[in-house]
């Protein structure tokens, strides 16, 4: 998932805006669940993870960071409490869930349920398609350039998650039409993500045998075997 951002203006926002780069973590902290109020104190810890601040040193640093967020979002805005996208809520902050803002994420979580829905509904082919429009949304690691921030391990192992179950639901859609190497495609996808999950493995043996790759069904077994001996010993 990428990190690029508009302004209000819907004009694309250059690097050299963020001048310090708390600010730009703010926003993506806000963003990560928008409409939800992160507390004062959330913020400060996911922003200065183990620095001794006073508590006004704290609460001081947290205020300009909201206030310089806010003049890049909307560089006209003329008092803070008017931003339509960083509100200010008893105790905390929030990124407006009203906000004329488009998301990356949400929109994946968006078509996402509309292929699950169609998924449980046995409607194969429309579910191939959401899944399809999801994943061409995922454009690698959930915000890879903060790969070392405590606030984004979470949340990146949860989108890691889904996503490995995304490309699995989408190569059963498409298995379920026939077109099995294009199933098997997916897979590997799913493993470059999670290669120790033996589910996909059996999944792709299952695949490969039905498509009359029976080679291909035993060089996933024998590969399933080496990873798993290799990494858990088993």
């Known amino acids: 998932m990428g990190s690029s951002l508009w302004s209000a203006r819907g004009e694309l926002l250059a690097s050299q805006v963020w001048k310090n780069a708390k600010t730009k973590a703010l926003l993506k902290i806000l963003a990560s669940e928008r409409g939800r109020v992160f507390s004062s104190d959330e913020l400060i810890e996911h922003l200065w993870p183990g620095e001794e601040l006073s508590v006004r040193s704290a609460a001081s640093n947290l205020r300009s960071r909201i206030a310089e967020l806010r003049r890049i979002l909307e560089p006209d805005l003329s008092r803070g409490e008017r931003s339509r996208y960083i509100l200010t ?76 179950e995304l490309f699995s639901l989408l190569a059963d859609c498409l298995a379920r039409r026939g077109e099995y190497a294009k199933a098997i495609s997916y897979l590997e996808r799913a493993l470059s993500e999670s290669p120790l999950d033996e589910r996909l493995y059996r999944q792709m043996m299952v695949y490969a045998f039905c498509g009359g790759e029976r080679a291909r069904a035993v060089r996933a077994y024998e590969r399933c075997r080496a990873v798993l001996e290799k990494e858990l010993g088993e």
């Not at 809520?89 to 990124?95: D, E, N, S, T, V």
């Not at 579910?127 to 790969?147: I, M, N, P, T």
Request: with cysteine; net charge negative; charged share 40%.
């Open 89 to 164: 809520r008893r105790g905390g902050y929030a990124l407006s869930a009203e906000s004329d803002c488009w998301i990356d994420t949400e929109e994946f979580s968006k078509v996402e349920e509309l292929g699950r829905r169609a998924y449980r509904e046995g409607d194969f082919e429309s579910a191939q398609g959401a899944f399809e429009r999801a994943v061409a949304l995922y454009r690698g690691e959930y915000l890879a350039e903060d790969r070392y921030e405590e606030w984004a391990l979470q949340i990146r192992e949860r989108w890691r998650e889904r996503v490995v």
